[in-house]
């Protein structure tokens, strides 16, 4: 997380269909969730690659769990790095 920087970061979240991904996950307070439960009304493939954008810039985290890829955005790492960030996020219209 370090080397992590913030015009990466808001360059991925620059995208109104990634920027309701993040808002979505931060909803969840924490609790993991499955690809095919963030609500968005696009193409699966584009989905897949709105999250791999997502995870390229650190903003969330994905692990198997058998079949299913559960994603969470990385509070504790991007609230170090740059505090108060998700808040915005979370916040704004």
């Known amino acids: 997380m370090k080397d992590l920087e913030l015009h990466i970061v808001m360059q991925a979240m620059s ?7 993040v ?4 909803l969840s307070k924490g609790r993991a969730l499955a690809c095919n439960e963030v609500r968005l009304d696009i193409a ?11 995870r ?8 198997m769990d058998g079949t299913k890829c559960m994603t969470c955005v990385r509070q504790a790492e991007l609230n170090k790095r740059f505090p108060g ?5 979370s916040t704004a219209k």
């Open 23 to 26: 808002r979505q996950l931060l």
């Open 56 to 63: 390229a810039a650190g903003i969330i985290f994905t692990e």
């Open 15 to 21: 995208d109104p269909w990634r920027l309701a991904i």
């Open 44 to 54: 699966k493939a584009t989905r897949s690659h709105h999250f791999e954008v997502l």
């Open 85 to 89: 960030l998700l808040k915005l996020i």
